[in-house]
T-cell receptor, first 112, second 112 residues
Framework: QQKVQQSPESLTVSEGAMASLNCTFSDGTSNNFRWYRQHSAKGLEVLVSIFSDGEKEEGRFTAHLNRANLHVSLHIREPQPSDSAVYLCAANTGANTGKLTFGHGTILRVHP | NAGVIQTPRHKVTGKGQEATLWCEPISGHSAVFWYRQTIVQGLEFLTYFRNQAPIDDSGMPKERFSAQMPNQSHSTLKIQSTQPQDSAVYLC??????????FGSGTRLTVL
């Protein structure tokens, strides 16, 4: 079964500096990958969905997928204090199910 | 669009009592998912429905947990004889199909 590992566990950046988060997968069975964000005591907010190798940009959020390396990253341009949250990556488990396996998350703190 | 609505936001039960959690998916979405989130295990898939039919309940504990979707506007997750280890945030999500999941804010269940 697909396993998802996120790094780093926590990250602190200054406002305006690029933030980069990483996610690796245990196998190549997934065909779509998503980054979600979760603010304290709230639900998950989808940021970027990516289905093929390369980059996908949604506003200040850019995901980069490399299937051969079983790796997907998220880059946050000009992060703001309001971006402080837990970031979760997810991969679908099984073809066309919509069922997701999540990593444990990266805690991002953005200082003014 | 109010998003996915989960009620109650918080529920406290005594050990051995029953807990019923409610989810109203986004109107028009054909798939409903239930996940459980704990500090130790992270986000874990429990079960999902498509067009009200149960599709995959592989993540559901075999005893005491059950989920239903009696109509397209709501789903319930019922936990009988709750135990302290059932304490978690239970998240419901809906999607149009195999596309992006949209999550509710969750129900925080505390079993004393």
């Amino acid at each position: 079964q697909q396993k998802v590992q996120q790094s780093p566990e926590s990250l602190t950046v200054s406002e305006g500096a690029m933030a980069s988060l990483n996610c690796t997968f245990s196998d190549g069975t997934s065909n779509n990958f998503r980054w979600y964000r979760q603010h304290s005591a709230k639900g998950l907010e989808v940021l970027v969905s990516i289905f093929s190798d390369g980059e996908k940009e949604e506003g200040r959020f850019t995901a980069h997928l490399n299937r051969a390396n079983l790796h997907v990253s998220l880059h946050i341009r000009e992060p703001q204090p309001s971006d402080s949250a837990v970031y979760l990556c997810a991969a679908n488990t099984g073809a066309n199910t919509g069922k997701l396996t999540f990593g444990h998350g990266t805690i991002l703190r953005v200082h003014p | 669009n109010a998003g996915v609505i989960q009620t109650p936001r918080h529920k406290v039960t005594g050990k051995g009592q029953e807990a019923t959690l409610w989810c109203e998916p986004i109107s028009g979405h054909s798939a409903v998912f239930w996940y459980r989130q704990t500090i130790v295990q992270g986000l874990e898939f429990l079960t999902y429905f498509r067009n009200q039919a149960p599709i995959d309940d592989s993540g559901m504990p075999k005893e005491r947990f059950s989920a239903q979707m009696p109509n397209q506007s709501h789903s319930t997750l019922k936990i009988q004889s709750t135990q302290p280890q059932d304490s978690a945030v239970y998240l419901c999500a809906s999607s149009l199909g195999t596309e992006t999941l949209y999550f509710g804010s969750g129900t925080r269940l505390t079993v004393l």
